[in-house]
């Protein structure tokens, strides 16, 4: 008897031990057997910015410093475009729009939080295989609020989406060309701000102007996230 209460036993923790260990981090086990698990959702975001020109240029991901560049005080239009890459409607999503530094809020569905630079709107009940679009604009410093060693300055607006368990992030670069005339700039540096916030401003400086005829040229894309 005693025996077979021992085996009883060890099979007892056996199939404990098995079940505990088959719980996802996400999911629940059930009182008296099985387990729950949130839905998993599929989405995935692309940020594109828009090329500087008369009446607006197309739409692209990122402008390196050899791309047309925005000047001062000019309007950046940015396209958000959130899809649904699941088989399962998403109940609701949230999308965070960081704007960098010298990029200050326009126009975009949400609201705009001044204190970190961030614009949060929700999405609601897209179906499977849909998308939807969105329009940011920003309004760039005006010229004497820009770092004045710099003669072209890189700015990064970075776009995240998430549910409870996921995210998904983009990014678009692109160049401010300030209206300097006869002053030399030192050679080229990229200036990074550390990692630990939202935002990361690249700051990239033009040859001296003996050499402004040479084109340099840096394309920078961020994208992190389950997808």
């Known amino acids: 008897m005693k025996k077979l209460f021992t085996l009883i036993s060890v099979f007892a923790f056996a199939v404990l031990l098995f079940n505990v260990q088959s719980v996802s981090a996400d999911c629940t086990t059930i009182y008296g057997g ?32 050899n791309d047309p560049k925005y000047s001062p005080k000019q309007n950046v239009t940015f396209k958000l475009t959130v899809k649904n890459t699941g088989d399962k409607t998403i109940p609701t999503l949230t999308v965070v729009d960081t704007f960098p530094s010298y990029l200050s809020f326009v126009s975009g569905a949400g609201n705009y939080n001044s204190s970190n630079r961030t614009l949060t709107f929700t999405i609601s009940n897209l179906e499977a295989g849909k998308s939807q679009e969105f329009t940011v604009v920003g309004k760039l410093s005006d010229e004497n609020m820009m770092p004045s060693d710099q003669a072209t300055i890189c700015l990064v607006n970075y776009a995240q989406v998430s549910d409870n368990s996921t995210q998904s992030n983009d990014s678009s670069q692109f160049c401010v060309q300030k209206q300097v005339l006869g002053k030399v700039f030192p050679a080229p540096k990229v200036v990074t701000t550390p990692p630990t916030g939202p935002e990361m401003v690249t700051l990239v400086g033009l040859i001296p102007a003996a050499l402004a005829g040479f ?8 994208r992190g996230g389950e997808k």
Do not use: E, H
């Not at 084109?215 to 961020?222: D, G, I, P, Q, S």
């Open 215 to 222: 084109a340099l040229r840096k394309k920078f894309t961020f």
């Open 34 to 65: 099985g387990q729950s698990c949130p839905p998993s959702y599929n989405f995935d975001i692309n940020k594109l910015v828009q090329t500087p020109g008369k009446g607006g240029g197309t739409f692209v991901d990122n402008l390196s410093v």
